[in-house]
């Protein structure tokens, strides 16, 4: 979206805004040259284009940041864990109107199978 934004952008500051008022002649030795003038609705268009174009660069960069951010928290998540953190319910106590609930910390899925087997015997 980055990229279709500023290639918006880049049309609209290409868009000719002048449009061409051709030679006259008023009698009396009146007379005007062919010249270009600034169309106002042209300008106005070039000018919408343009903030359309920004504003689809700027939502495109901030999905981009979001985006990659999810989508590093969704590699980590991929395969097996670091650390496997599992509830002892027998270590909950209560302090100072907590609760406090004791952890036992593996580094294998094995090993924290293990010791769910051990203490739910």
């Not at 209560?94 to 580094?107: A, L, S, W």
């Amino acid at each position: 979206m980055v990229v279709l934004g500023i290639l918006i952008a880049i049309y609209a500051l290409n868009i000719d805004v002048s449009v061409t008022v051709p030679a006259r002649d008023f009698g009396y030795g009146v007379s005007t040259p062919q010249t270009t003038v600034a169309n106002l609705e042209l300008m106005s268009r070039r000018q919408n284009t343009l903030i359309f174009g920004g504003i689809l660069a700027i939502i495109g960069a901030i999905f981009s940041t979001f985006g990659s951010r999810s989508e590093s928290k969704d590699r980590s998540s991929e395969g097996e864990p670091k650390q496997l953190v599992v509830a002892q319910p027998d270590r909950v106590e209560f302090h100072d109107g907590k609760f406090t609930v004791g952890v036992e910390v593996f580094d294998s899925f094995e090993k924290a199978d293990d010791y769910l087997k051990r203490i739910s015997k």
